[in-house]
């Protein structure tokens, strides 16, 4: 069974860093792309970028280009999101998701999201 | 790339047909036969519904119909059930290595 593990929910404050994690199991992680979206409260869903863990290429969409930082580590199936410097603006629900075979097709399967709260 | 267009909210009693548009530009939606629909419930994840327009993933109810005409996709779910009633949302291919999603659309089985 394909499955995409999220670390859990974090609070930080205005211009502290934070890395999230997205552990893939049921699959071979290096063959499907991995993506995160951002869902900010009572929002909707918007594509942040995708990475290849095959060879860690990635891309972004440019709503989110220099502001996080996307990367994975394949020996452990993980997937990463990171900010050096949180805004409150930053706080939303962000998923990890599996990209189809296919990577022009989207998402498949979802992992359960990782909730950010950033406040002084 | 802006959002592609849903209407907020869509309802229908049990047993009824409920349709959702999702309407974007001859760069994503009307250039790609890449549009997928996923449905999410209050409190979780999404879960994907249709893809490449018209196909179902294993395990998603045949209720659940995709099509596409021209820069608008639609999710059509066919005999309505308590459960259907969740927040649905389009997304499409956008070249260049970019994905759009939809608005969203509330639906309410009344």
């Known amino acids: 069974e394909v499955q995409l593990v999220q670390s859990g929910a974090e609070v930080k404050k205005p211009g502290e860093s934070l890395r999230i994690s997205c552990k893939g199991s049921g699959y071979s992680f290096s063959r499907n792309w991995i993506t995160w979206v951002r869902q900010m409260p009572g929002k909707g869903l918007e594509w942040m970028a995708r990475i290849d863990p095959s060879d860690s290429y990635t891309n972004y969409s440019p709503s989110f280009r220099g502001h996080v930082t996307i990367s994975v580590d394949k020996s452990i199936s993980t997937a990463y999101l990171q900010w050096t410097s949180l805004q409150s603006s930053d706080s939303a629900m962000y998923y990890c998701a599996r990209l189809q075979d296919l990577t022009v097709a989207g998402p498949d399967y979802w992992g359960q999201g990782t909730l950010v709260t950033v406040s002084s | 790339q802006s959002a592609l267009t849903q209407p907020p909210s869509a309802s229908g009693s049990p047993g009824q047909s409920v349709t959702i548009s999702c309407t974007g530009t001859?760069?994503?939606?009307?250039?790609?036969?890449?549009v997928s629909w996923f449905q999410q419930h209050p409190g979780k994840a999404p879960k994907l519904m249709i893809f490449e327009v018209t196909q179902r993933p294993s395990g998603v109810p045949d209720r659940f119909s995709g099509s596409k005409s021209g820069n608008t996709a639609s999710l059509t779910v066919s005999g309505l059930q308590p459960e259907d009633e969740a927040d649905y949302y389009c997304s499409s291919y956008g070249g260049s290595n970019n994905y759009v999603f939809g608005s969203g659309t509330k639906v309410t089985v009344l």
């Open positions: 001859s760069s994503d939606v009307g250039r790609y036969n890449y």
